[in-house]
């Protein structure tokens, strides 16, 4: 994953209509005359979190997707814990890196289907039963603890008996025991008893309800390939569609009332965190100036229009690559009508100017979207048919 700090100078931001704010008044916050938005389609989630000093956006992402399916579903608003999943799929990643003699990628990062593959095997627990804030901190800290696990996995693969001791998950766990604290086997809550598998069942969910959708042309289209992206620990497989069918999987799961987890790159200069915007210039950002960058009357010039071509080849050339991931909410629309994408993100909401979200542009989306997560009921049918096998 790429540092999150933004690439592109601040792009004026005008006024926010809204569409999540229960008060109907316009954002408080002071932005010189921008863009301006209107939110089309705002499908209720949960609270924003924040994955702080940890590379655990994909956990973020995913459990924010699995809290608005809970939502959407009719099973009330959930607090589930992040970091149960981090800590399950650690242990499976340390594994599969020994098995592979240190040849597999190993750290923190994942990507969505970990959460699956994790509630399958393992199932989950609420924040209230993991919160793994055991050192002080407030908010996760992990910069030392996966510097601490990744050489004592080293170490373990580089023994000099050349024959594996019995006891190094033991050993594993242990420095997660410390940093995390102990693994929840059985909890309370709102006065029932559960273990993490009871708690995962009774939630009326199925994981096998879910599928992962990407367009890319190094595979056959409507067949499914193991992604190859470094995070992907545990050789997850997605499915393959054209580029205009990939949107129109995104598009028709918004419309009727579904979120989307999305795992994007975010490294482009115009990622614009700070200035609540994701955009693909039609032209170099240093070949602007500050008040050209900011104007909005030739909007319909702004961006690239992206192909099929020009994606895979910025995804060959590593000019896309898996950054982040994020929760799709929402459409939105820009004062021209130019469709937008309203992106719920896990960096908090401190002084940020949409209060933790974005506005991602429809070239963006087609540009640098790894893939999409989405419930199977949110596929549109004549897409579903090409893909069943």
């Not at 029932?192 to 890319?216: E, I």
Request: hydrophobic share 35%; proline share 4%; aromatic share 12%.
């Amino acid at each position: 994953m790429k540092n999150r700090t933004t690439h592109m100078a601040i792009l004026l931001a005008g006024v926010m209509v809204m569409g999540l704010r229960l008060t109907g008044q316009e954002n408080q916050k002071e932005t010189p005359e921008g863009y301006q938005f209107t939110i089309d389609k705002n499908i209720p989630v949960t609270s924003i979190k924040d994955q702080h000093r940890s590379r655990t956006c994909w956990s973020f992402a995913s459990v924010s997707f699995l809290e608005a399916e809970l939502l959407r579903t009719g099973q009330g608003v959930f607090d589930l814990s992040e970091m149960y999943f981090v800590r399950q799929a650690y242990m499976e990643k340390a594994e599969k890196y020994v098995r592979m003699h240190g040849k597999n990628n190993f750290g923190s990062g994942g990507l969505a289907m970990d959460m699956i593959h994790t509630w399958k095997t393992h199932g989950m627990v609420p924040e209230a039963a993991f919160t793994c804030l055991t050192i002080g901190d407030s908010l996760p800290v992990h910069n030392e603890m996966d510097a601490v696990l990744k050489g004592y996995i080293n170490q373990v693969i580089k023994n000099p008996n050349r024959t594996l001791t019995p006891v190094w998950k033991e050993g594993f766990k242990g420095i997660q025991d410390a940093y995390l604290g102990p693994e929840p086997t059985e909890f309370n809550y709102q006065g029932t008893s559960y273990t993490p598998r009871s708690f995962a069942d009774g939630l009326g969910l199925d994981p096998d309800d879910y599928v992962v959708v990407g367009s890319y042309t190094h595979h056959p289209f409507y067949e499914e390939f193991i992604l190859e992206i470094p995070d992907n620990w545990n050789w997850s497989s997605i499915e393959n569609v054209t580029l205009n069918e990939m949107m129109d999987v995104l598009d028709h799961a918004l419309d009727i009332g579904y979120t989307v987890c999305w795992d994007a790159d975010i490294g482009e200069k115009g990622f614009d965190w700070k200035g609540g915007i994701a955009l693909i210039p039609s032209m170099e950002i240093e070949d602007l100036s500050g008040l050209e960058r900011a104007r909005w009357d030739e909007l319909s010039e702004r961006e690239k229009v992206i192909t099929q071509e020009i994606r895979q080849e910025a995804f060959d050339n590593y000019q896309t690559t898996d950054d982040h991931l994020m929760h799709i909410t929402g459409t939105a629309r820009d004062q021209q009508g130019n469709r937008y994408y309203l992106v719920k993100n896990s960096w908090g909401t401190g002084n940020h100017i949409y209060d933790g979200y974005l506005y991602v542009s429809e070239a963006y989306m087609r540009a640098k979207t790894i893939f999409f997560m989405v419930h199977r009921d949110a596929v549109p049918l004549s897409i579903a048919d090409k893909l069943e096998r």
